[in-house]
């Protein structure tokens, strides 16, 4: 989603085309005519690009609660909010450690901040790439892989186009939605996928709603195996 995807007629064009292209959503977006796609974002702190990859490093191989404990720690100890690259790396790595980080993921936040600091990297300019360009900037740091950089580009780059296919909890609402007798493996949430292009992060939303109503799980931090 970009910036003009919270205007009704940017929502309501959307809508229109994913209900054509895809009778599985189509009920899913009838069933929702008063669905924010956004909604969820209330209950994150806000975020840069660099507090979104903090964020979802957090959320590696975790769940949506042992994330937010995590991140509610990491804020406590930046005066209520996400650290910027300067802050991380004026803190003591021990502290990060106790927070519930691991020591890997604290290399890794490390290593982002270090690149964004020295000017190997411009959060400006990664800001301004193409998804794909940006996905091969970050994903050549050791702990960034796909999954991290796509919640990313929806949290902090509201990027409209984008899909989580290694995300554990929209494989399992793909399976549900679309009544499969199995989880489905990335490649074929990619294909699914496929016919909702231009709007995959709006799509993906809807069923994400329709998982958190089912659960009760909400919609926070995606989830990989």
Same mark, same amino acid.
């Given at each position: ?10 929502l309501q064009h959307a809508r229109s085309?994913?209900?054509?292209a895809d009778p599985v959503l189509a ?86 901040? $270090?690149?964004?600091? *020295?000017?190997? #990297?411009?959060?400006? &300019? ?5 998804? /794909?360009? %940006?996905? =091969? ?25 984008? $899909?989580?296919?290694? *995300?554990?909890? #929209?494989?399992?609402? &793909? ?5 499969? /007798?199995? %989880?489905? =493996? ?40």
């Amino acid at each position: 989603m970009t910036k003009d995807s919270s205007r009704p007629e940017w929502l309501q064009h959307a809508r229109s085309y994913l209900r054509s292209a895809d009778p599985v959503l189509a009920r899913l977006i009838d069933d929702r005519p008063a669905f924010d796609p956004r909604a969820w974002m209330a209950q994150l702190p806000p975020m840069d690009l660099y507090g979104a990859l903090l964020f979802q490093v957090t959320g590696q191989q975790l769940s949506v609660a042992a994330t937010r404990r995590t991140v509610a720690r990491i804020e406590a100890l930046f005066d209520g909010h996400l650290p910027s690259p300067a802050e991380l790396l004026r803190t003591d790595p021990g502290q990060l450690r106790e927070a519930g980080l691991s020591w890997r993921k604290i290399g890794t936040l490390r290593d982002l901040a $270090v690149r964004l600091s *020295d000017g190997r #990297l411009n959060a400006d &300019v990664l800001s301004g790439l193409p998804d /794909d360009e %940006l996905m =091969a900037e970050l994903t050549a740091i050791p702990g960034i892989g796909p999954w991290t950089v796509q919640g990313a580009l929806i949290i902090a780059l509201q990027r409209e186009d984008v $899909v989580l296919p290694g *995300d554990l909890a #929209l494989r399992k609402a &793909v399976r549900v939605a679309y009544q499969l /007798d199995h %989880l489905p =493996a990335q490649q074929e949430i990619l294909a699914i996928a496929e016919k909702w292009r231009p709007y995959r992060s709006l799509a993906t939303s809807y069923l994400f709603s329709a998982a958190f109503e089912r659960t009760g799980t909400p919609r926070a931090a995606p989830r990989t195996t």
